[in-house]
């Protein structure tokens, strides 16, 4: 595959002809639907309270949406309940954050993670909280469970910043995977550090970046009040998901359909190449919650 651009439009028609993902074992080796026809879900919830007028982050708005979330896309009433299924009291968690200084995954909801871990059962000498350093983290090294949680971004390297590309610290050489837009990123998803370990995949969408030129390249003319966050055990659903509202903000502030600067094929080939989980929007049961005003998808 050469390293041009997609469209939205070529994205979508793509995933929508490509075979479906096989059914992979239990954890997140992909959550991918176990038979035909099923559908695996991501939640997208919205507050417009998230946000001050200044994008200060409210956490005690952000811990009601994650707790919404999760027990909408667990089947839940109760958000500890919730948690009780996905944290064992006996795991050991790292909650795989992001750091980038423009937009990073930010205190609130890392906190509001943190919280809820710990009332599964989990004391909090047995959670670790860590980007850059995850592979000298004693925390880490031992985890059992992994929370993924990363903001969304349009990316140099690998078009969009995805919960995919979050796990890209759990290699030593890290620009190992920047051939052909990072086409591979969900190989490391296979890796020892992380395989089989993922619980949940938050995608923070409160401030998203949705334009961007060249490597590291930050304005905020293109960050934009959404005030949302996706949430699924599935990475490639939550991504593809991601994808589609910045592809629909791009399409919505530029006038035209304008392609990424990179291509963000990473994620459809998470799906159809490594088998990681579902891209394909017809097999998304996508769930929306709360502030409907200016969703785009």
């Given at each position: ?129 860590d980007d850059r350093g995850v ?27 995805s919960c995919i590309k979050n ?131």
């Open positions: 595959m050469t390293n041009r651009t997609w469209s939205r439009r070529e994205f979508l028609k793509t995933a929508a002809v490509t075979p479906l993902a096989a059914a992979i074992g239990p954890a997140t080796r992909g959550m991918a639907p176990a038979q035909s026809g099923a559908k695996t879900r991501v939640v997208l919830i919205r507050d417009r309270n998230a946000l001050d007028a200044a994008g200060v982050r409210n956490p005690a708005v952000i811990q009601k949406m994650l707790d919404e979330a999760v027990c909408a896309l667990l089947g839940e009433k109760d958000p500890v309940a919730a948690w009780k299924t996905l944290i064992r009291p006996s795991d050991i968690v790292g909650i795989k954050t992001n750091v980038w200084r423009p937009i990073d995954t930010g205190e609130a909801v890392e906190q509001a993670l943190k919280r809820r871990i710990m009332d599964a059962g989990v004391t909090e000498d047995r959670i670790g909280l592979l000298r983290n004693p925390i880490f090294q031992k985890a059992t469970a992994l929370v993924n949680a990363r903001p969304a971004r349009t990316h140099y390297w690998s078009g969009m910043g796990y890209i610290m759990f290699v030593p050489q890290p620009w190992a995977y920047h051939g052909d837009a990072c086409a591979d990123l969900a190989r490391i998803w296979s890796l020892p550090p992380v395989m089989d370990k993922t619980r949940l995949n938050v995608l923070v969408m409160l401030t998203p970046l949705f334009h961007s030129v060249g490597p590291h390249n930050f304005s905020r003319d293109y960050v934009w009040p959404y005030s949302g966050i996706l949430v699924g055990r599935d990475p490639v659903a939550v991504d593809a998901t991601g994808f589609r509202i910045l592809q629909a903000k791009r399409l919505q502030h530029f006038g035209e359909d304008r392609p990424l600067e990179t291509s963000a094929h990473h994620i459809a080939l998470a799906d159809t190449r490594h088998h990681l989980g579902v891209s394909d929007p017809g097999r998304i049961d996508l769930v929306r919650l709360g502030w409907q005003e200016d969703i785009v998808i």
